[in-house]
């Protein structure tokens, strides 16, 4: 079987990272099209770089970085330094990327390559605000039913917000966009904190990255070192949960999570809950089914994955 061609749509961030750098490990399975920088964990000057760094970390020079959306559709951008640090990827010394941006925007980037492969044939796997994606969408509605699959990290039910009471992060930053793609009828599978936050990065599971002995395997536990202390803190939880890395490992092994086909709906309109992913997880009003919304996740399988891909870098 041919592996799966994917755009990631990324804001990194350290889970981010780790993301990326299991799809460049996992060539039998996965092909990077292309990767697409939007405005979220940090500014886009600063995703765009850190996308290209960890692209050369995993001698990955090869892959085309674009820029995108530097705001989301209608509001202020929100950030979220206090979690992953100024630069987006604090923790271990960064060297510069030499690779170089593409000059092309991330929005043509994914209309353009959505045009040209066959219809159905590429995956695009947003990891953060939704904004390069909707816009796309809005942009070109034509290319919409040419996407075989959204796979996404955002939103919480069972386990609420982690930027607001009810909303998670990269629905808030944008939860317009997100309605867009959320209403666009595009297959979603939707990787939530409720399954994230039990992919617990726990001090064995550092270590394991540590023991690795390569440049991957140590920036990954100083990444990790860095940013589980706000989570921690905020959850007593053992570790932080690493959540982009999620919509990889589903792309590569599926079974590890299970989840209801179910309505979900973004709110847009209220103070109190904007952001807000509203799941009809027990399927209790008549709105029809749009997205597989993942309820629990095999976390042992999941860092074996992890693990055992990243040594290959």
Avoid at 79 to 93: F, N, W, Y
Avoid at 264 to 271: F, I, K
């Amino acid at each position: 079987m041919s592996p799966r061609k994917i755009i990631i749509d990324t804001d990194p961030g350290q889970d981010d990272a780790v993301a990326i750098l299991l799809a460049l490990a996992s060539p039998e399975e996965i092909e990077v099209l292309g990767i697409t920088a939007v405005a979220g964990n940090v500014p886009l000057p600063l995703t765009q770089r850190n996308a290209r760094i960890v692209c050369e970390l995993a001698g990955r020079q090869d892959v085309a970085v674009y820029a995108g959306c530097d705001a989301p559709l209608t509001r202020k951008l929100v950030t979220a330094e206090h979690v992953h640090g100024k630069t987006g990827l604090d923790g271990p010394q960064l060297p510069e990327p030499t690779m170089p941006l593409q000059e092309q925007h991330a929005v043509e980037f994914i209309i353009d390559t959505l045009r040209s492969n066959p219809k159905g044939s590429v995956t695009l796997c947003p990891l953060g605000p939704l904004t390069n994606i909707a816009t796309a969408f809005q942009r070109a509605p034509d290319v919409v039913e040419n996407v075989a699959e959204i796979v996404l990290m955002g939103g919480a039910y069972f386990e609420v917000g982690n930027i607001t009471p009810a909303a998670e992060f990269n629905i808030y930053v944008d939860p317009q966009a997100a309605d867009i793609v959320f209403q666009s009828g595009v297959r979603i599978v939707v990787m939530p904190l409720d399954v994230t936050h039990k992919a617990l990065v726990t001090g064995a599971r550092v270590q394991a990255f540590r023991t690795m002995g390569t440049e991957v395997g140590r920036m990954v536990a100083e990444w990790t070192d860095f940013f589980e202390r706000f989570d921690k803190e905020k959850y007593g939880s053992e570790g932080a949960p690493l959540h982009d890395p999620c919509v990889i490992a589903y792309l590569i092994q599926p079974g590890l999570f299970q989840g209801r086909h179910v309505n979900v709906t973004v709110e847009t309109g209220s103070e109190l809950t904007l952001g807000m992913t509203v799941a009809d997880w027990w399927r209790v009003t008549d709105r029809p089914p749009n997205a597989m919304f993942m309820g629990s996740l095999d976390a042992d399988g999941f860092f074996d994955l992890l693990t055992d891909r990243l040594a290959r870098l």
